[in-house]
């Protein structure tokens, strides 16, 4: 059985998905951009701040669950420019312990919603 699982302090989804579905204890986080949910705003003003965002839209998301980055098991990094690669992973890892961070791909797309540069989603265990 399945429970739909959404935070106010995340952007609402805007079609036919939620933030995240819990099933069973793992918890499928759908991919966040860098929309603040309090206002709209989409932060592109750097990679940095946007890849920040993209973190406090998917810890607000865990925390409705009641989870942390310490339950996250795997991590998929969609970006528009493999150049920003280094840049973004800095920022991730300032979220995740390094002995026990999460599986993660890291994938170049043609465009992102919005035409954003970063989008996470991910998966967590409880």
């Given amino acids: 059985m399945k429970k739909i699982n959404n935070s106010e302090f995340a ?8 933030q995240s579905v819990l099933a069973g204890n793992t918890l499928y986080l759908s991919g966040q951009i860098a929309l603040v949910a309090e206002t709209g705003e989409l932060i592109t003003d750097s990679i940095e701040n946007e890849t920040h965002q993209v ?7 865990l925390h409705a669950a009641d989870m942390t980055f ?57």
């Fill in 55 to 61: 973190m406090k839209n998917l810890k607000a998301v």
């Fill in 11 to 18: 952007p609402a989804p805007v079609g036919p998905y939620n």
């Fill in 70 to 126: 310490e339950h996250v098991v795997k991590c998929t990094v969609f970006v528009g420019d493999m150049n920003m690669y280094s840049r973004i992973n800095t920022v991730y890892a300032e979220y995740f312990n390094e002995d026990t961070a999460p599986a993660r791909e890291l994938v170049q797309v043609a465009a992102l919603p919005k035409f954003v540069n970063v989008e996470i989603s991910c998966i967590a265990v409880k």
